[in-house]
């Protein structure tokens, strides 16, 4: 009796978490860095503050790149579209 009603709960726990499982799923990759010269950061939705950009990083959907003084970022985008940010 005590080993069915375990397994019961422990049923109820896992089913309890599968949809929090399915939303902590990383967001796709929506582009690439393929350029870039001088300063720029990136602000991402799950980060508390903006990190260093760096060549070949992903981009994701919410992400802001912000970019410094006489400094270019290029964007693969899909693999078909590059978006320039002077």
Do not use: C
């Not at 069915?4 to 978490?17: C, E, I, K, P, Y």
Request: hydrophobic letters at 50%; a positive charge; charged letters at 20%.
């Amino acid at each position: 009796m005590k080993a069915t009603w375990f397994r019961l709960m422990a049923s109820v726990m896992v089913l309890a978490a599968l949809p929090t499982l399915a939303y902590a799923q990383a967001t796709p990759e929506v582009g690439v860095v393929t350029t870039l010269q001088g300063q720029a950061t990136v602000a991402r939705a799950s980060a508390t503050s903006a990190l260093p950009l760096k060549f070949r990083d992903s981009i994701f959907e919410k992400d802001r790149i912000n970019t410094g003084e006489k400094s270019i970022v290029k964007v693969l985008m899909g693999g078909r579209a590059i978006v320039h940010r002077p």
